[in-house]
């Protein structure tokens, strides 16, 4: 895959319209999203009182994966993520099953957020809710990106504040307790072990995982080599700030085993801290967040979409882009009907280790694309990309033993498909 061009307004590209502080937006409208409120449950689960050291490790292989990506995005800024630089660097099969990987495990997030969504605006009609929601988003999609970052930023200025609320009860709450409990709740226990370290640092790393949306809008970024760099590691490190200070929040408020079972841990610790004020307001928040997790997903997917029909590793029909919009409308639709049906039908709600898995594997492809630069061509440390796909593999394994199963089979029919597709060109050749 050769590098995009950089001029704006050729028939068949998009627009290059989004500035630095538009692609941060949209990196922490992934990242600062329903992930804060629906992992750390499962998370607190799988490592007790070992939670913070899970969101450190799930954070070093962010950060060694968003490195990777902003160095490989700012040489080829194009749509598609890692499905263009796996092609470019290590050859059309990886780059193929990274964007597999990518869509599939995506497109069940995407469901996911939409019935989150559904769980917290109208429980037991969280089905209705999420198709409208999964409707309405893509309508706002499909009319331009502009619009969509325009709305992200609305979403993500409601969720920050909904979180720093809730990080403020808690903290006085605390100091006005009397007794170091609170203390007590942060130490690590003697249930903590390193296997559940690192489920939990799997499982978190779904909510790190946003960065990626950055990379994929590469082709309607504003001078790339530069904004990309400089904005995949700005919105991850804001989002580690705000993780860890609700994390630390979450378990002063609750301690591990509240926080293990607590369904809406964000509003038991608002009620924890005595603000009942503020239970309802972090629902409403949680329902927001989940809209911008889900606004952004489906951007993302739609975009290596789009670079994979481009290339007839999808039908080529979805390569089209709108004449008037510059937004690829065909897949922005094909995957809004995808994930209205899915959302309509199945619950996802337990899909995060099985996006984690899918997504933890397009990340080794490309720490592993990221080995192949030159220092020319802006490579990073080496130590950056060996650790970066030694801990997707390391993380990928310790999930849960169906999530590991699920997404090894949907890259297996991925690379099925992939060598009967090559057989059936060749043949037709």
């Known amino acids: 895959m050769h590098e995009a061009a950089s001029g704006d307004g050729q028939p068949g590209e998009l627009r290059r319209r ?42 070093l292989v962010a950060y060694c994966n968003a490195t990777s990506s902003a160095r490989l995005a700012a040489r080829f800024p194009a749509s598609g993520g890692t499905y263009v630089y796996g092609r470019a660097r290590l050859g059309e099969f990886w780059g193929f099953l990274a964007g597999w990987g990518f869509v599939v ?12 969504v559904g769980a917290y605006v109208w429980p037991g009609r969280e089905h209705a809710v999420a198709v409208a929601a999964v409707l309405v988003l893509t309508a706002v999609n499909y009319a331009g990106v502009q619009k ?13 504040a909904v979180l720093a609320s809730v990080v403020i009860a808690v903290a006085v709450s605390v100091g006005t307790s009397s007794g170091p409990a609170w203390s007590d709740r942060l130490a690590l226990g003697d249930g903590a072990t390193p296997g559940g370290v690192l489920e939990a640092a799997g499982l978190l790393f779904f909510a790190f995982a946003g960065y990626a949306r950055i990379a994929t809008l590469g082709e309607e970024v504003r001078d790339p080599q530069r904004t990309i760099p400089r904005a995949v590691p700005l919105a991850l490190g804001i989002a580690l700030a705000v993780y860890a200070a609700v994390s630390v929040a979450v378990l002063a408020a609750l301690g591990p085993k509240g926080l293990a079972e607590a369904t809406a841990p964000l509003a038991d610790a608002a009620r924890a801290a ?12 949680a329902a927001v967040a989940a809209l911008g997790s889900l606004l952004a997903l489906i951007l993302g997917v739609s975009r290596t979409t789009l ?14 882009v709108h ?8 897949a922005e639709l094909a995957v809004g009907a995808v994930v209205a049906v899915a959302a309509a039908t199945v619950d996802l709600r337990e899909a995060i280790g099985f996006s984690s898995f899918t997504v933890l594997a397009y990340y080794a492809v490309t720490n592993a694309s990221a080995w192949t630069l030159t220092p020319a061509e802006g490579r990073p440390p080496r130590i950056v990309p060996a650790a970066g796909l030694a801990g997707c593999a390391l993380l990928a394994f310790a999930l849960p033993t169906a999530s590991v199963v699920a997404g090894s089979a949907v890259l297996g029919a991925g690379a099925l498909f992939y060598g009967v597709r090559g057989r059936t060109q060749h043949r037709a050749a």
């Open 18 to 59: 989004l500035g630095l502080s538009d692609a941060v937006v949209i990196g922490l409208g992934s990242m600062v999203g329903a992930g804060i409120f629906a992992a750390l449950g499962p998370a607190a689960r799988a490592a007790g009182s070992a939670l913070l050291p899970g969101l450190g490790v799930a954070a």
């Open 105 to 116: 495990g995506k497109t069940a997030s995407c469901a996911a957020m939409a019935l989150t």
């Open 148 to 160: 969509s970052v325009l709305l992200t930023r609305l979403i993500v200025t409601v969720v920050l």
């Open 274 to 285: 005595g603000a009942e004020w503020l239970v309802p307001v972090t629902r409403a928040g």
């Open 307 to 320: 670079a994979m029909a481009r290339d007839r590793n999808l039908p080529h029909g979805l390569s089209a």
């Open 323 to 330: 004449p008037r919009f510059r937004v690829p409308h065909r």
